[in-house]
């Protein structure tokens, strides 16, 4: 099976930085796209920020210009730094890769979530 192993969340204070990693392993015949998503106590899951192995990048209009998506698909990671963080972007953060596990096939998977939280 494939995990999704993620690290970097914690607590940091308003304004600040912080940097959030996601390992994939087992079988993946080829990455589609790696991306992150959110949920916050009481609200649906919302897209993040995704990244293709084209190099094509979406983000949530909230996170535009503050939040930069990378990645290294040969090493099956994707990276999410988040910059001028607010308050409203505490959350749970998922990490999702979606890939083809046979040449016609493709199937998603999730990480387990990691807490980022903003408090002053």
């Known amino acids: 099976q494939v995990q999704l192993v993620e690290s970097g969340g914690g607590l940091v204070q308003p304004g600040g930085s912080l940097g959030l990693s996601c390992a994939a392993s087992g079988h993946i015949f080829r990455l589609i796209a790696m991306g992150w998503y959110r949920q916050a106590p009481g609200k649906e899951r919302e897209l993040v920020a995704t990244v293709t192995a084209g190099h094509n990048t979406d983000y949530a209009d909230s996170v535009r210009g503050r939040f930069a998506i990378s990645k290294d698909f040969t090493k099956k990671t994707v990276y999410l730094q988040m910059n001028s963080l607010k308050p409203e972007d505490t959350a749970i953060y998922f990490c999702?890769?979606?890939?083809?596990?046979?040449?016609?096939?493709?199937?998603?998977?999730w990480g387990q979530g990691t807490q980022v939280t903003v408090s002053a």
């Open positions: 999702n890769a979606r890939y083809y596990d046979t040449e016609r096939s493709w199937l998603d998977s």
